[in-house]
């Protein structure tokens, strides 16, 4: 279905206002190709009466379910898996350091990037107190991430020796996937938040992976995010950005210290 210039705009400010994203006036089609599926599950003839929808208060899981669709949730384990080696390496240094170690993986998606952290720490910090924390500000992205049933051939990129440590094969109807297991789980916690209106989220973070998102957002938003999460992350904690991502301006109080990866210093 067609999407007129005014329902885009109606939909791009809906989605402006719940993500901070706003798409460009070329995305209009992706767009309402995105929906289509949407508007015939909830009979809408038009973008407007979808538009009409989720503003109204009987829309609340149809607007979960439009920014879901509107994001992009591409993620999988061991995504750029120099920075994961990295972050072995500086803290294997440090294994004899305070506990707790606080991760947050800030857009999770649908988990992969926390569990990935997760088997670093365990390997790191067995049986010590270390925790990962997820969100992302799609709730279905984050019921994906507390529910970890990956489909069996994305393990592939997780190392062998991961793989064998805190991998478990479904059997039945979960034949063809795997989840990981309690050792690696109950370190990690899942919950919707919005990088720029943070409500949940913990302070005093040692690493946080901010990876993949901030190409989302205007010059004015990602600083705003990068304030968010630079006021979260303690002195001598590491930030990872994606690789295509770096911070426009240098930033007082943030150290580059390999491509991509800052430590917070004292000023
Ligand atoms: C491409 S994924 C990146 C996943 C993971 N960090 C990685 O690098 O593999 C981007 C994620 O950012 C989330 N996102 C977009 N806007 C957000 C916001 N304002 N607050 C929190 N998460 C957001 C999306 O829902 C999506 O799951």
Redesign the pocket.
């Known amino acids: 279905m067609a999407i007129s210039q005014l329902e885009f705009n109606q939909l791009n400010r809906v989605l402006d206002e ?4 706003r798409l460009n006036a070329s995305k209009a089609d992706i767009m309402a190709s995105r929906l289509s599926s949407r508007l015939r599950a909830n009979a809408c003839a038009t973008h407007n009466q979808y538009y009409q929808l989720i503003i109204s208060p009987d829309g609340k899981k149809e607007l979960d379910i439009f ?2 669709k509107m ?6 384990f061991f ?2 898996q120099v920075q994961f080696e990295f972050l072995y390496e500086y803290f294997r240094g440090k294994q004899s350091r305070r506990v707790p170690i606080k991760a947050w ?6 988990g ?2 926390a569990y990935s952290i997760a088997m670093v720490l365990d390997d790191l910090f067995y049986g010590r107190n270390w925790s990962v924390t997820g ?4 709730p279905t ?1 984050v019921e994906m991430a507390k529910e970890a049933c990956f489909a069996m051939s994305t393990s592939q990129k997780i190392p062998k020796k991961y793989r064998r440590a805190y991998c478990l094969k479904g059997i039945d109807q979960n034949e063809g996937t795997f989840t990981v297991n309690k050792a690696i789980k109950s370190h990690c916690t899942f919950y ?6 943070l409500k949940k989220v913990d302070y005093s973070f040692d690493i946080i ?5 901030l ?3 205007d010059e004015i ?1 990602q600083k705003a ?1 990068i304030d968010n999460i630079v006021h979260r992350l303690n002195h001598g904690g590491l930030l990872f950005l ?1 690789h295509s991502e770096s911070l426009r301006k240098k930033r007082q109080g943030l150290e580059l210290i390999q491509p991509c990866i800052y430590k917070k210093v004292r000023l």
């Open positions: 719940h993500t901070g994203i920014i879901d994001t992009t949730h591409e993620t999988y995504r750029e993986s800030a857009a999770s998606s649908t992969e990037e969100t992302d500000i799609s992205a919707v938040d919005n990088l720029l209106r992976f901010l990876r993949n998102v190409i989302y957002f938003k995010i994606g």
